[in-house]
C-alpha cells in the first residue's frame, strides 16, 4: 500500500470532517465524536509530516472533542 494516498485520504477525511461537524454541534452533541474521528486524521497528517507544533494541536483538539461530547451527554440525559 502506499503511504501517500493514505495520508491523501487522511487528509481530506479531516478537512471535510472538521467542517462538516462543526456545522452539526449545536444541535447534536454526537457530532464531537466524528470531530475527534476527524482530529485523529489530522493527527496522522501532521504527524506524517513531522510538524509537531500542528500534531499537538490536534491531539489537544481531539481531547476538546471528546470531553465536549461528554458534556453533551450530560446535558441530554439530565
Do not use: Q
Not at 19 to 26: E, M, R, Y
Request: aromatic fraction near 16%.
Amino acid at each position: 500500500m502506499n503511504w501517500n494516498i493514505l495520508i491523501l485520504i487522511c487528509d481530506v477525511l479531516a478537512c471535510v470532517g472538521t467542517v462538516v461537524t462543526l456545522n452539526f454541534v449545536a444541535k447534536h452533541y454526537k457530532a464531537w465524536l466524528w470531530y475527534s474521528f476527524s482530529g485523529l486524521m489530522y493527527i496522522t497528517v501532521t504527524a506524517y509530516h513531522k510538524i509537531p507544533g500542528l500534531t499537538i494541536m490536534g491531539i489537544i483538539l481531539l481531547f476538546t472533542g471528546i470531553r465536549n461530547y461528554y458534556i453533551g451527554r450530560k446535558k441530554n440525559y439530565e
